[in-house]
């Protein structure tokens, strides 16, 4: 929002931050702040006791339901998911209880889908490894889609970006906490966070918020259950975590976890348009803060993509926190095209001069002859690399709570350990899209959200473009 710059706009904003009103910061202490922390009594942070990838068990993976037309299927859909610890009562008979919240098909601008995004809730039915989509089990719905989210986020429509966290905690009841932005931030800045019912049906929208202090490009992409005891310990009871990942580092150069809690101590949700106070856990630095590719994530490049995160944690005390998506591990990366002529050939876009288009593996400036524009490459522009592999990046939570202390910056904690996931992925089979999303080790567009059934140690993640137009959901046991 733009700062006020007359007397009397100055006059109502400090009126408003008095009064606790929408557009204003909440009148108590900020959550996770240090003057609200009890700094007497958390744990010093004991480093590695953390998950190890090898203790990731592959089960399988199952279809989501079909639907019907736009926006009533999963088609161009899986932006977000979550895990229901409550749902579907009568479905843990196969070791696989509860259920999955996930968005359909995205909204879309220019009234073309202005309804798009709704959120349907599905039965998890036992996957299978099958090397055929069609061998693979189909789960049900248990709500249909839901335009939970209808007359809210309109400013933000243009290749949207969503989290989901189904969230039962005793302040407010099971409510699902939402985060909502697109490519480009709107002018004026929009409000990201909010939280609805999980009675799809009577949705009960709750917000939207702004969170304070934090880059419009940082909060709103995924999100994430922080443990309650974590929390409690170095937060200040701030148990929800957001996050963005922009290529090209806009957001950060590696991934985003932001920490944050909408609502007040008798568990009331905020007014709509207040400010949250939140803390940052995990931040690089972003690309328009500088050139160099510094205080950022080991190995990053502009193309990386990370589209879902969750805390892991187990009965034997064991944690991590992991983001998924794709890695550019490219030779060359480069914002353009696709070059016709093979996947190892850069084309930039000429007409783009304001930044370092091409780049070498370690970040340094392609040699001249590669900051050339091909001929015939197709529309889609963005940022190219010679080969992405898909992976689980696994963080130790003992750095974050270094963090939290102020011990360290949030540009410092790398992650402890990364899995390659290509080998259990379909890669499109159906070969759709493949002008927008590539082929073979040039494919990006990987990976949608994930969710974490804690209780039972088993992680959903959402492989897009695997069945047609459609996601699939892989699942992994952490033993």
Known sequence: MKQPILLAAC??????????????????????TAENRDTSSPPAPLPGNVIDPQDLAYLGAFRLPEGGERPYTFEYGGNALTFNPDGDPNGAADGFPGSLFITGHDRLPYGELPNGSQVAEIAIPAPINAGEIEALPRAAFLQDFHDVTAGHFTEMEEIVRIGLLYLNRPETGPVIHITWGQHFEPDPTAATQAWFSADLASPNFQGPWYLEGQSWYNVNDYMLEIPADWADSYLNGAYVGTGRFHQGGWSGMG?????????????????????????TLLHYAASTETDAIERALTGYQHPDEWSGGAWLTTEGGQAALLFAGAKSNGERYWYGYINPAGPDRPCVDEAVT????????????????????????????????????????????????????GEIEPWEPQPYAALDIDE????????????????????????????????????????????????????????
């Open 354 to 405: 304001d930044f370092l288009t091409c780049r070498l593996a370690d970040g340094s400036p392609c040699p001249s002859e590669d900051f050339r524009e091909c001929a015939r490459h197709n529309d889609y522009r963005g940022w190219w690399s010679t080969r992405w592999d898909t992976q689980f990046l696994f963080y130790d939570p003992a750095d974050l709570a270094r963090v939290a202390l």
């Open 255 to 279: 991934p985003v976890l932001i920490a944050y809690r909408p609502w007040d101590e008798n568990g009331h949700p905020f007014p709509p348009h207040t400010r949250l106070p939140s803390v």
């Open 11 to 32: 006059l109502l904003l400090a009126l408003l931050v008095a009064c606790n009103l929408p557009g204003t910061t909440p009148a108590s202490p900020a959550v996770g």
């Open 424 to 479: 259990y992925l379909y890669f499109n089979p159906s070969g759709v899209e493949t002008d927008l999303i590539g082929t073979g080790p040039q494919r990006r567009y990987r990976l949608g959200d994930v969710a974490y059934d804690r209780q039972n140690g088993l992680l959903y993640v959402l492989e897009l473009y695997a069945d047609g137009a459609a996601p699939v959901v892989h699942v992994w046991r952490i033993r």
